[in-house]
């Protein structure tokens, strides 16, 4: 299958301040690609989806002043965790379809602590 | 009421057995049926999947869809310890995904 990857795995931050992760396409390029945040023993939810040239989309009740996403480049998209606070802290995943959306590869992940 | 549903667990299962994992769901907009396998800090892994009811099989691992039932199902023959982890169904209806909340699987050898 296709690889996504994602820079950092891990990261403990301050409370207040900004932290960015980067979801790359590795074999492939992505117009699309969207992010889920993952809290322990709970299922993936989608944050956003990230257009390559474009705005990224929000779902409802997800800050788009607080998580800024920027999907410069087919093979690139990061999401900024800005003024971060301890309820921050969880799992963000990224996932890109090479192709057709009923195939998307998911990155490995990144945790993030707030402390 | 979520969008789908599937039992938590843990499940508990001794080495060779036979494993089913279900979901079921209330939106017919759903087109596509995914299994992802989620090992514990790890990104999910697509397994497989499916667009039309009926099963699709891919060595130890069956696919179900039923539409008219808005029920999907996943079977894994002859368990190994190694196949312990969180199996996540996911939908989908338009570009992105919707999950299952996972159920964790337990292989004992």
């Known amino acids: 299958g296709a690889v996504v990857s994602q820079h950092p795995s891990w990261v403990i931050c301050k409370s207040g301040t900004s932290v960015k992760i980067e979801c790359r396409s590795l074999d492939f390029q992505a117009t699309t690609m969207f992010w889920y945040r993952q809290f322990p023993k709970q299922s993936l939810m989608l944050m956003a989806t990230?257009?390559?040239?474009?705005?990224?989309?929000?779902e409802q009740g997800v800050e788009k002043d607080k998580f800024l996403i920027n999907h410069a480049s087919l093979t690139l998209s990061t999401l900024t965790v800005t003024s971060a606070h301890p309820e921050d802290s969880s799992f963000y995943i990224c996932?890109?379809?090479?192709?057709?959306?009923?195939?998307?590869?998911f990155g490995p992940g990144t945790r993030l602590t707030v402390l | 009421q979520k969008e789908v549903e599937q039992d938590p667990g843990p499940l508990s299962v001794p080495e060779g057995a036979i494993v089913s994992l279900n979901c079921t769901y209330s939106?017919?907009?759903?087109?596509?049926f995914m299994w992802y396998r989620q090992y514990s800090r790890k990104g999910p892994e697509l397994l497989m999947y499916t667009y039309s009811s009926g099963n699709k099989e891919d060595g130890r691992f069956t696919a179900q869809v039923d539409k008219s039932s808005k029920y999907i199902s996943l079977f894994i023959r002859d368990s190994q310890p190694s196949d312990s982890a969180t199996y996540l169904c996911a939908l989908l209806g338009g570009r992105a995904l919707t999950f299952g909340s996972g159920t964790r699987l337990q292989v004992q050898p």
């Open positions: 939106n017919s907009a759903f087109q596509y």
């Open positions: 990230s257009n390559e040239g474009s705005k990224a989309t929000y």
């Open positions: 996932s890109a379809p090479p192709d057709s959306y009923n195939e998307q590869f």
